[in-house]
């Protein structure tokens, strides 16, 4: 059996954090041999969301996989040999099947904890424009208020290129920025920060904690991820970083090979990389999203 990371007095803190933002890539969501969804790690995960509710915590879910789950549905593997108009096309007719396939089997699991959950698609214009962004945030504090689970993606199917936010390691981060939130945990198929690629580079070391995203820490943000179907690699996990950093939020990465890993980060556990709360008082949301992924 693994050994369980010891408790850090460091990490003491992570038991009082009351609106916390979880999000799951699409690899963390697949079995490895097929592609398919894989039912006990979302009923684990559903679980664990579940349990913080009933602890009286704020809980969103920002969940990838409905492109990968709809090319599966429709047995598309490679969308190498379209146009990329079409390609596109193909990608959005995906994610309209696939996210719907994906909430019904999020509501089938909530529904069995008696948990009430909720449906919201963003784009970059939900961020950029102000109208917009008024209304989701409305939106999540009632849902919040109603002791709702909202589980959120990026609208990919009208969402093309010009107002994409594009991953969501950076949604997660936006999401977490709109509603207050105090922790960002993003859980990945890595297990936190290294100083390098560990895949490449055996010498790579692990960071337990990034006090202030200086330049050398942003410089370790490569495409380091190693599944083929979500878009994240550690340049957006460090993305999502500086938004959730800048607006006062302390963020997590951690290995979603074992989705209890929530409740453990939660029990003070040494496990993952912390990023600590840096709030910049000038930090300008909308600007800051404007500005990447163009
Ligand atoms: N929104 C995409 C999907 O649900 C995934 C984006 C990502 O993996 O970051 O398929």
Request: proline share 2%; charged share 25%.
């Amino acid at each position: 059996m693994e050994k369980q990371a010891e408790k850090s007095a460091k990490r003491e803190f992570l038991r009082d954090k009351k609106r916390i933002v979880i999000k799951i890539g699409s690899s963390s969501l697949q079995r490895p041999e097929t592609g398919n969804l894989d039912y006990t790690k979302m009923d684990v995960l559903v679980r664990e969301l579940c349990n913080l509710r009933n602890q009286g915590k704020d809980v969103v879910l920002v969940t990838s996989g409905a492109i990968a789950l709809g090319k599966k549905v429709v047995n598309i593997s490679d969308l190498s040999h379209y146009e990329e108009d079409q390609a596109t096309a193909v990608k959005q007719a995906c994610a309209a099947i696939g996210q719907a396939r994906l909430m019904m089997t999020y509501q089938k699991i909530f529904a069995e904890y008696n948990q009430v959950a909720a449906q919201i698609l963003m784009t970059r214009n939900t961020v950029v424009d102000t109208l917009n962004r008024y209304n989701a945030k409305n939106t999540f504090r009632e849902l919040l208020n109603l002791g709702v689970i909202p589980i959120v993606n990026e609208n990919d199917t009208v969402a093309t290129h010009e107002i994409q936010i594009g991953d969501n390691d950076t949604l997660s981060a936006v999401v977490a920025a709109m509603i207050d939130a105090d922790l960002l945990i993003l859980l990945s198929d890595i297990d936190g920060l290294y100083s390098d690629d560990p895949r490449s580079n055996p010498d790579a070391t692990f960071i337990e904690e990034v006090e202030h995203l200086t330049d050398d820490i942003l410089s370790m943000g490569k495409q380091t991820t190693g599944s083929t179907s979500g878009t994240g690699g550690m340049n957006t996990k460090l993305t999502a970083a500086q938004i959730a950093t800048k607006s006062g939020i302390d963020m997590l990465i951690a290995n979603s090979k074992d989705v209890k890993v929530i409740h453990r980060l939660l029990s003070a556990r040494n496990i993952g990389t912390l990023f600590k709360a840096d709030k910049d008082p000038v930090f300008d949301l909308p600007l800051f999203i404007e500005k990447i992924h163009k």
